[in-house]
């Protein structure tokens, strides 16, 4: 018992990327109509999202469907999740990496198209959380495949989910252009 609490305590702050007081406290409805403003200019009208599970505890799962549910229903700003990879735009990956789960990982990062954007919800997606260093877990999701963006919490809340994606699709038009 002692040894979980050590564990417990030694486990490191992860880094956060988007933190909450930084965010806007904006109406929910408000950020969906931003999210459905650059979802339509960036997306061509809809966002598709695959969401991975590589072993969590299934809070941060419980969250995202709730995005999907009659209160929040974040198809209205044309945010879908889709059943394949191949038809994503962005990998949403939750929990730490299990060693089971490393070639399933590795193959719907594979079978994502250009440009991939891969986002780690939930401190253990981020950096393990307590099951940092378990035999079983190869800790946070970019220990196998390159994560672009976080969203830290556990679980975070749906709005804040939303609020991230906001920060993220913001970050992404704002990026300076790489072709030459």
Known sequence: MLKFFVKIFKTPENIISFPKNDLSQMDFFEIGEKIQDKVKKMFSGSLAIRQIDAGSDNACEQELVALSNSFYDIERFGIHFVASPRHADM???????????????????????????????GDDAIGGGIFKDSYAVLNGVDSVIPVDYQIPGDPPTPTFILQSLLKILETIENKPSQKK
């Open 91 to 121: 990998l949403l990956v939750t929990g730490p990496v299990t060693r089971n789960m490393v070639k399933a990982l590795k193959d719907a990062y594979d079978g994502t198209p250009d440009p991939k954007i891969v986002v780690a919800i």
